[in-house]
C-alpha cells in the first residue's frame, strides 16, 4: 500500500518533485515530556530557537539544551514552525497523535545556495467550507483570496545545478486524491488541486497535504539575477456549480534549493 501511495505522490505532486520531506526531518524520540530541537549534523541541542503553531497563535522558545513544550492544544491538524538564526526555516504538520509524546527534530545549518522567498503561514480560499474538509476548524483570520503571488531575486543561481522550489508545509488541500488518502473526510465534495506557477508558466499541481513537497523549476524559466515570480492558486470545489467555492487550504515556508 505505502508503495503505492508513494508512485501517486510522485506522478501526482508535479512534474519533477520528489515526495521526501528534505530540509529537517523527525529523527528520534525524545526524553521525559520535552520535545527537542536539535542540530541534523551535530545532534546538539540548540537554543533559543523560536517554535510556533501561527494558526493557534502559540509561540516558545527552546531552553539552553534546546528542549521545549507545546502548551496549548492542537485542534486537528496544524503547521509547527521553528526558527533560528543561521538554520533553515523549517515547518512541520503535527496533530495531537505525533505530538502526544516527545519528539526530537534535527534542523540543518542554512546553505548559502538556498533562498528563503517568505517564512509566514498564509491562507488561501473564501473561508467558506464543510466542516468535513481537510483540516476545518483550524482556520483563524481573514483569507487572502484565491492565490498568492511572491517576487523574489534569483541572485547567483547556479543554472547548470537543478532548482527547486520547497513548500515547507501545507494542509486543508480537499483533492480526490487527498480524499483517497484520508487526509479530507467530505464525502460529498472534492476539489481540483492547487496550481503552482513560475513566472507566469504553470509547473505543478499539488495533489495532496505534507511537508517539504519540492518542484522543479524549469531550467528554461528561470532569470538569473533578475526578479522572478511564485504563483500559488487554490484550487475550487469541483462539485460545486452554481457559484465558486474555491478550495481553503494554508501553507508556510517557501524556499528556493539550488
Ligand atoms: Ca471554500
Ligand atoms: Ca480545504
Redesign the pocket.
Known amino acids: 500500500m505505502k508503495k503505492i501511495f508513494s508512485l501517486i505522490l510522485v506522478i501526482l505532486i508535479s512534474v519533477s518533485a520528489y515526495g521526501d520531506t528534505i530540509q529537517g526531518g523527525v529523527s528520534e524520540r525524545g526524553t521525559a515530556t520535552s520535545s527537542r530541537i536539535v542540530d541534523k549534523e551535530t545532534g546538539k541541542g540548540i537554543s533559543g530557537a523560536q517554535v510556533s503553531l501561527p494558526k493557534e497563535g502559540y509561540r516558545t522558545k527552546t531552553d539552553k539544551y534546546g528542549y521545549f513544550e507545546l502548551d496549548t492544544s492542537i485542534d486537528g491538524t496544524s503547521i509547527m514552525s521553528v526558527k533560528k538564526d543561521h538554520y533553515k526555516p523549517f515547518t512541520m504538520t503535527i496533530n495531537e497523535k505525533n505530538m502526544s509524546s516527545p519528539i526530537v527534530i534535527g534542523i540543518e545549518k542554512s546553505n548559502g545556495a538556498d533562498i528563503s522567498i517568505d517564512t509566514n503561514m498564509h491562507h488561501l480560499?473564501d473561508n467558506s467550507?464543510s466542516r468535513l474538509?481537510?483540516?476545518?476548524g483550524e482556520f483563524q483570520g481573514e483569507s487572502a483570496g484565491p492565490f498568492y503571488t511572491q517576487k523574489f531575486m534569483l541572485r547567483n543561481i547556479n543554472i547548470h545545478k537543478p532548482a527547486y522550489l520547497v513548500i515547507g508545509s501545507i494542509i486543508?488541500?480537499?483533492t480526490l486524491m487527498a480524499r483517497t488518502m484520508g487526509q479530507?473526510m467530505n464525502p460529498n465534495a472534492y476539489?481540483s488541486p492547487p496550481e503552482v506557477y513560475f513566472n507566469g508558466n504553470k509547473i505543478a499541481e499539488i495533489q495532496i497535504n505534507g511537508d517539504g513537497q519540492k518542484i522543479k523549476l524549469p531550467p528554461s524559466l528561470i532569470k538569473k539575477n533578475r526578479i522572478n515570480e511564485i504563483t500559488i492558486k487554490t484550487g475550487r470545489n469541483l462539485m460545486q456549480t452554481s457559484y465558486v467555492d474555491y478550495?481553503?487550504?494554508e501553507f508556510m515556508n517557501l524556499i528556493i534549493e539550488n
Not at 474538509?133 to 476545518?136: D, G, L, R, V, Y
Open positions: 480560499g467550507y474538509s481537510a483540516n476545518a486543508g488541500i480537499d479530507n476539489s478550495d481553503d487550504i
